[in-house]
């Protein structure tokens, strides 16, 4: 063992540090991740030195490295299983290379023996707090060497505190998205795993770790970015403490590395936050701002959506939809989106799925027609696609059996009457790009649903280029990057186009998909208190001008159960504001009401959007959210109060805002629209420091009802609301 000095890699943030000890022959031991240390900060001695041999132990002592590997002494999860047909099943790192640029380490593993090199980039944002780690393998091997099959390769290997107590991760299904899953941790390994081939409705991959038991105590956050199968676990260790490995779920022998290939794992976003939920919330929004694909880096303001699928579903109509868009134009809408049911022979969701064009019967001029009436109604026109998925019952099909996934001697399995395309063939991807591209040439679109409906099974390709030699293979992975090479394609050709990710609601989220995408329909819910749920969670990860978020109607199409106009409306201003409805459907007085909340929300959407967002539960059934956009010159604070109980009490609780500053005052103004507003604030500006301590008092509220105030510093004029 390495008795020289201990050398150290050390990167802080704002808010948070990273320590490694670093020897030449080894990979490098985690030390610390946790809140910022002082600059020059060090451990007093190297980690082996305070670990003297347990009984029963091995003489070579394996702390938690940042790859740690099995059999040279590691117990845990390895962060690699791989082998050469049987042979080199277990690496050990001989060598270990360093390069670092500010705020970034590049470290470069080599396991001589096995011929194969691991390169970990680790960079730890200085304002945002955010670790971003991924790992990509190579084979050094020599032709003569039998090919690297990979099992599993982290795309990071974290360390966590033993204080760590709870793990909160996501489990759903369709229409019940981002329900949180607690569990506690212990010396049994906590897993989740993911094999639907899209990131699913069951198990978003992300979790956070709280290690204390206080409500805004210290949090870790981990997130992966990919678009497919998953997996993490975290695991106890004999000192105590934790590791916590993400990274793609192989199928096996889906990745068998040639010499001089390598395996790229997608990145894990990762950070710690000092104070709870909503401050982990900001660090991730911040990043996830800066990583999507706005044109010039610049947001324009989310526009209100009108999306027809629960207005009229596969019922499409031409005079009828533009009866639709008049009046969704006339509440105040701005942008119409044609939802499932207008392309060839798609009469119910038995059939036409690959058959990218209008069909004759509903429109027998085309798009065109309806499109440019959008447009004349003062709207922008978008488009539902689902291009990755063949009906077996599809011009598409009969000509192309053999460009659907399937395994060979296997039935095929539908999920709602569908089959997935092999996006890795690369005549599969040329066809849906053409397609695409002659909808998004001859039709003045500027948004996309990009939607996708079924879990993916039977991925076997024959095609060659993901082969790698074999008669056929699993796809699953090629078949993510097959897809986000298409939607890179789609946007350098079209560059002003708007993409939203859709999977039956919110089946596929994460970071990966949303550098290509600038949306995501979360759910299929519109039940607005099933909803609000949802929302608040994916809060956690997603900020809220990029969550779809429409009034749906009453009662729900999910659920049964109503709600009022004004509690529908009041859950969707928080996120991107939509419709889901058939608004000729409402009464005059509901229209008038509908009206003023989207004037609501246009006139707040730069408040509500690229704003920070507290989220809180004042208990007896009161939830509420905070939006600020510190860029905005009035710094004023959107209060969000939803009551989705009756109370149980005589008096409501006070909702105590720590996000203000006690040397203001606020001046507190009711803007609810609609009914709801039974109450006025007294129009003396209150004291941050009461506000923030004993909290802003509530008028008794209905079940089912909701709030939405604003609070402004004194010292700023109320800007008018306008449109
Ligand atoms: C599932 C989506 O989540 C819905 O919004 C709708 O677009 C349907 N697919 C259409 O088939």
Request: aromatic share 10%.
């Amino acid at each position: 063992m390495n008795q020289e000095a201990p050398n150290y890699l050390i990167l802080h943030s704002n808010r948070s540090s990273v320590i490694l000890e670093w020897c030449a022959t080894e990979a490098p031991l985690w030390r610390y991740w946790g809140a910022r240390l002082l600059d020059g900060t060090t451990p007093p001695t190297r980690l082996r030195a305070t670990r003297p041999t347990p009984p029963a132990s091995l003489e070579f002592d394996q702390p938690l490295s940042i790859a740690p590997t099995f059999g040279n002494g590691w117990f845990g999860q390895s962060a690699l299983l791989a082998h050469r047909d049987g042979q080199h099943f277990t690496q050990s790192w001989n060598n270990c290379a360093v390069t670092r640029e500010k705020q970034n380490l590049c470290i470069t593993l080599t396991d001589t023996i096995a011929k194969i090199r691991l390169v970990i980039n680790m960079t730890l944002a200085s304002a945002t707090d955010m670790l971003e780690i991924n790992s990509c393998l190579y084979n050094d091997g020599t032709d003569a060497d039998e090919k690297l099959s990979i099992q599993w390769l982290a795309a990071a290997t974290l360390p966590l505190p033993a204080t760590s107590q709870r793990v909160n991760s996501y489990v759903g299904q369709w229409a019940s998205e981002f329900q949180i899953q607690t569990d506690t941790l212990s010396r049994s390994i906590w897993r989740r795993e993911n094999i639907r081939g899209r990131t699913s409705h069951d198990c978003f991959p992300a979790a956070t770790v709280a290690i204390s038991a206080q409500q805004n105590g210290p949090l870790y956050g981990a997130h992966l970015a990919w678009s497919g199968n998953h997996s993490q676990t975290i695991e106890w260790q004999h000192d105590g403490q934790y590791q916590w490995q993400l990274g793609e779920w192989l199928a096996p022998g889906e990745v068998q590395l040639q010499s001089g290939q390598y395996l790229q794992s997608p990145t894990v976003f990762a950070a710690f936050a000092p104070d709870g939920a909503d401050s982990l919330a900001h660090c991730y929004h911040a990043t996830l701002r800066a990583l999507m694909p706005w044109r010039d880096g610049v947001i324009p303001p989310r526009p209100v959506h009108l999306n027809t699928w629960e207005a009229v579903y596969f019922d499409h109509n031409e005079a009828d939809l533009m009866a639709l868009a008049t009046a969704a134009a006339d509440v105040g809408v701005e942008r119409f989106v044609l939802d499932d049911g207008w392309f060839h022979a798609r009469n119910n969701d038995t059939a036409g799925l690959g058959d990218w064009w209008a069909d004759k019967k509903k429109y027998p001029q085309g798009l065109a027609p309806l499109a440019h009436h959008v447009i004349a109604k003062g709207m922008s026109f978008g488009l539902w696609v689902e291009p990755e998925m063949v009906n077996p019952d599809s011009e598409l099909f009969r000509a192309h059996p053999d460009w659907a996934f399937q395994i060979s001697g296997r039935p095929i399995v539908t999920g709602r009457n569908q089959l997935v395309l092999d996006l890795t063939n690369e005549t599969v991807e040329n066809y849906l790009f053409d397609c695409l591209s002659a909808l998004l040439t001859t039709l003045p679109i500027s948004y996309l649903k990009w939607d996708m409906n079924r879990d993916i099974t039977h991925a076997g390709t024959r095609h060659a280029g993901a082969t790698h030699g074999r008669k056929e293979s699993a796809a699953y992975s090629a078949y993510v990057h097959a897809l986000y090479r298409l939607l890179a394609r789609i946007r350098a050709a079209f560059p002003k186009l708007e993409i939203e990710s859709c999977a039956s609601g919110g089946g596929r989220i994460d970071y990966a998909i949303l550098r290509y995408t600038h949306r995501v329909w979360v759910s299929d819910c519109n039940d607005a208190l099933a909803r609000l749920t949802i929302q608040q969670a994916a809060l956690q990860w997603l900020p809220p001008e990029i969550i779809g978020s429409h009034v749906g109607t009453a009662p729900a199409h999910t659920t049964g159960r109503s709600q009022s106009l004004a509690f529908r409306a009041a859950v969707a201003l928080a996120g991107h504001f939509g419709l889901e409805m058939d608004v000729r459907k409402l009464s005059s007085t509901e229209r008038l009401e509908l009206a003023e909340w989207i004037r609501l929300y246009r006139s707040l959407r730069d408040t509500l959007h690229q704003a920070q967002v507290w989220r809180g539960d004042a208990g007896d059934g009161i939830v509420w959210q905070v939006h600020s956009n510190s860029q905005k010159k009035d710094a004023a604070y959107i209060l969000c109060i939803y009551r989705i109980r009756p109370t149980m009490q005589r008096w409501s609780p006070s909702i105590t805002l720590a996000m203000l500053d006690d040397q203001c005052r606020y001046v507190i103004e009711n803007l609810t629209p609609s009914q709801d507003k039974v109450y006025e604030f007294d129009k003396t500006p209150v004291d941050g420091a009461w506000l923030k301590q004993s909290g802003l008092p509530l008028p008794r509220m209905t079940a089912e009802s909701a709030l939405i105030i604003r609070l402004i510093a004194e010292n700023h004029t109320a800007t008018k609301l306008s449109n």
